[in-house]
């Protein structure tokens, strides 16, 4: 939960914090991002995938954008935290392993959209 990766970074050094797996979140029934903005100064890595399920341990992974996670508010999520420049960033789609070229190109642009309405 985010009150137990809060819990257990509080009081430690400054460089010591979480990485944001967004897909994890979701299928925990928890808002990635709330826990981006509870967890300020502390997210140093984020995993951006999306899940079409919530409260399911299986992945049901989608283009980002088409599940339930809000693809703008987590962009400005991380710019209102002040997500570290040097911080880790990755854009992650588990289905269509055969050729998942088209639908990584689908979140890329989902992605560059949604920086783009971040202000």
Same mark, same amino acid.
Do not use: W
């Given at each position: 939960?985010?009150?137990?990766?809060?819990?257990?970074?509080?009081?430690?050094?400054?460089?010591?914090?979480?990485?944001?797996?967004?897909?994890?979140?979701?299928?925990?029934?928890?808002? *990635?991002?709330?826990?981006?903005?509870? #967890?300020?100064?502390?997210?140093?890595?984020?995993?951006?995938? $999306? %899940?079409?399920? /919530?409260?399911?341990?299986?992945?049901?992974?989608?283009?980002?954008?088409?599940?339930?996670?809000?693809?703008?508010?987590?962009?400005?999520?991380?710019?209102?935290?002040?997500? *570290?420049?040097?911080?880790?960033?990755? #854009?992650?789609?588990?289905?269509?392993?055969?050729?998942?070229? $088209? %639908?990584?190109? /689908?979140?890329?642009?989902?992605?560059?959209?949604?920086?783009?309405?971040?202000?």
């Amino acid at each position: 939960s985010i009150e137990s990766v809060a819990k257990a970074v509080r009081g430690r050094h400054k460089h010591i914090g979480a990485c944001v797996d967004t897909g994890h979140f979701i299928r925990s029934g928890e808002d *990635p991002v709330r826990a981006v903005r509870e #967890l300020k100064g502390r997210v140093f890595g984020v995993h951006v995938k $999306d %899940d079409k399920h /919530q409260r399911d341990k299986r992945s049901h992974n989608v283009v980002i954008g088409k599940g339930h996670l809000d693809v703008v508010g987590l962009f400005q999520a991380l710019r209102k935290t002040k997500f *570290p420049a040097d911080g880790g960033l990755s #854009l992650e789609y588990e289905s269509n392993p055969n050729n998942p070229i $088209d %639908d990584m190109a /689908q979140c890329l642009a989902v992605a560059r959209d949604a920086i783009g309405k971040v202000s």
